[in-house]
Nanobody
Framework: QVHLVESGGGLVQAGGSLRLSCAAS????????MGWFRQAPGKAREFVAA????????YYTDSAKGRFTISRDNAKNTVFLQMGSLKPEDTAVYCC????????????????????WGQGTQVTVSS
């Protein structure tokens, strides 16, 4: 079992930046693939980014490429999502998730690949 808690959300003006954090409990954080998902009102849950156990591999949804950066600090049991050039369409609840699996590019985008989820943090981008 792993417990995930997100923080760092808030209200930001379009073009601004936010850094989300996800703190994980447990002593085996480095064994988990970590991902970020988001869900806006009336829309389906959307994959945003994922990072491999070592941090050597990352993957982003097209809308996040060039604007968002996922990273992790295994010594601190924390994964981050640095978001820049924010747009109103980025407004959503952002959740982090952990997968007790190997890095598989074809499946890492799917929510069913993840075993544990945080409660989410609200990100609101004003126009």
């Amino acid at each position: 079992q792993v417990h995930l808690v997100e923080s760092g959300g808030g209200l930001v003006q379009a073009g601004g930046s936010l850094r989300l954090s996800c703190a994980a409990s447990g002593r085996t954080f480095s064994t988990y693939v970590m991902g970020w998902f988001r869900q806006a009102p009336g829309k389906a849950r959307e994959f945003v980014a994922a990072i491999s156990r070592s941090g050597s591999s990352t993957y982003y949804t097209d809308s996040a490429k060039g604007r968002f950066t996922i990273s992790r600090d295994n010594a601190k049991n924390t994964v981050f999502l640095q978001m820049g050039s924010l747009k109103p369409e980025d407004t959503a609840v952002y959740c982090c998730a952990a997968a007790d699996r190997y890095w598989i590019p074809t499946s890492i985008r799917g929510w069913t690949s993840y075993d544990y989820w945080g409660q989410g943090t609200q990100v609101t981008v004003s126009s």
